[in-house]
């Protein structure tokens, strides 16, 4: 019996129209009825994230940042939170002004970017997050920041793992959630070990917990996980990795492994 599912939210929960279709939504319902623990896994901010948790119904804490913050929607209470090293963020932010790539920042659960472009427009609204400029990047430096991201061409980012591990070191993570997108955390911040963070807090075994994502940030998730699923959707990586595939997000692949593992197991 599984008391714990963690569902990433972008190609996993919600459809390529960035919706919970109504299907996934009941499912999701009759799970916490069930009384599984449903909970978001995903890279967005909290404050994005939140969003869509609440409309949803959830009431639980829910993983963001990657994994950096875990953070209970109820009253908003840090569970568990990982900031990017200082010293790994002033080489970041050298590295890529250096270099002229466009690199984001979260402090305070807000977004901050040296200039506008189009890069940044794009990510704003893929989101539905509010971005603020600062040009003078030393200012940013000092502050606490969970999550950095530089959005680029995929093969060229590709390149850009390895360099960026040789300099910022074994302090960082460094994932990618989605093709064009590169982002750093803390090396504890991944969803993997939040998720084990989770399970502890919820008095359950990791082997009692399922995890869905698409991506290869969900790796460390689905590994950990007692049942790790991959969307249909996901990708060629993730799937071999995983212990089951679903439908895609559009066909409401969420619902398929409620049903599957959690609700034909209750009745």
Same mark, same amino acid.
């Given at each position: 019996?599984?008391?714990? @599912? *963690?569902?990433?939210?972008?190609?996993?929960? @919600?459809?390529?129209?960035?919706?919970?279709? !109504?299907?996934?939504?009941? *499912?999701?319902?009759?799970?916490?009825?069930?009384?599984?623990?449903?909970?978001?896994?995903?890279?967005?901010?909290?404050?994005?994230?939140?969003?869509?948790?609440?409309?949803?119904?959830?009431?639980?804490?829910?993983?963001?940042?990657?994994?950096?913050?875990?953070?209970?929607?109820?009253?908003?209470?840090?569970?568990?939170?990982?900031?990017?090293?200082?010293?790994?963020?002033?080489?970041?932010?050298?590295?890529?002004?250096?270099?002229?790539?466009?690199?984001?920042?979260?402090?305070?659960?807000?977004?901050?970017? /040296?200039?506008?472009?189009?890069?940044?427009?794009?990510?704003?609204?893929?989101?539905?997050?509010?971005?603020?400029?600062? !040009?003078? #990047?030393?200012?940013?430096?000092?502050?606490?920041?969970?999550?950095?991201? @530089? @959005?680029?061409?995929?093969?060229?980012?590709?390149?850009?793992?390895?360099?960026? /591990?040789?300099?910022?070191?074994?302090?960082?993570?460094?994932?990618?959630?989605? !093709?064009?997108?590169?982002?750093?955390?803390?090396?504890?911040?991944?969803? $993997?070990?939040?998720?084990?963070?989770?399970?502890?807090?919820?008095?359950?075994?990791?082997?009692?917990?399922?995890?869905?994502?698409?991506? #290869?940030?969900?790796?460390?998730?689905?590994?950990?996980? $007692?049942? $790790?699923?991959?969307?249909?959707?996901?990708? !060629? *990586?993730?799937?071999?990795? *995983?212990?089951?595939?679903?439908?895609?997000?559009?066909?409401? $692949?969420?619902?398929?492994?409620?049903?599957?593992?959690?609700?034909?197991?209750?009745?």
């Amino acid at each position: 019996m599984y008391k714990l @599912i *963690a569902i990433d939210i972008d190609d996993t929960l @919600i459809n390529d129209d960035k919706e919970v279709t !109504p299907a996934t939504q009941q *499912a999701l319902e009759q799970a916490v009825a069930a009384g599984v623990v449903v909970t978001l896994a995903t890279g967005r901010a909290y404050a994005s994230a939140q969003a869509i948790a609440r409309q949803t119904g959830l009431n639980v804490p829910i993983i963001t940042y990657q994994g950096a913050l875990v953070k209970n929607l109820l009253d908003e209470n840090v569970l568990y939170e990982r900031y990017v090293p200082q010293d790994a963020v002033r080489k970041l932010f050298e590295y890529c002004v250096e270099h002229n790539l466009h690199l984001q920042t979260y402090i305070d659960d807000k977004l901050y970017a /040296r200039e506008e472009n189009q890069k940044l427009i794009d990510y704003s609204a893929l989101n539905n997050t509010r971005y603020y400029i600062e !040009p003078d #990047w030393e200012k940013l430096v000092p502050e606490k920041t969970p999550k950095m991201l @530089i @959005i680029d061409d995929p093969d060229f980012l590709d390149e850009l793992a390895p360099i960026l /591990r040789e300099l910022l070191g074994d302090t960082v993570h460094i994932t990618k959630s989605k !093709p064009y997108f590169l982002e750093i955390m803390h090396h504890e911040g991944t969803k $993997g070990l939040a998720l084990e963070f989770l399970a502890g807090h919820f008095g359950c075994d990791l082997s009692e917990t399922i995890a869905v994502g698409d991506s #290869w940030n969900d790796h460390e998730m689905l590994e950990a996980a $007692g049942l $790790g699923v991959a969307m249909d959707n996901a990708i !060629p *990586a993730l799937k071999e990795i *995983a212990d089951f595939i679903t439908l895609s997000n559009n066909e409401d $692949g969420v619902k398929h492994v409620i049903e599957k593992f959690i609700l034909q197991t209750a009745n």
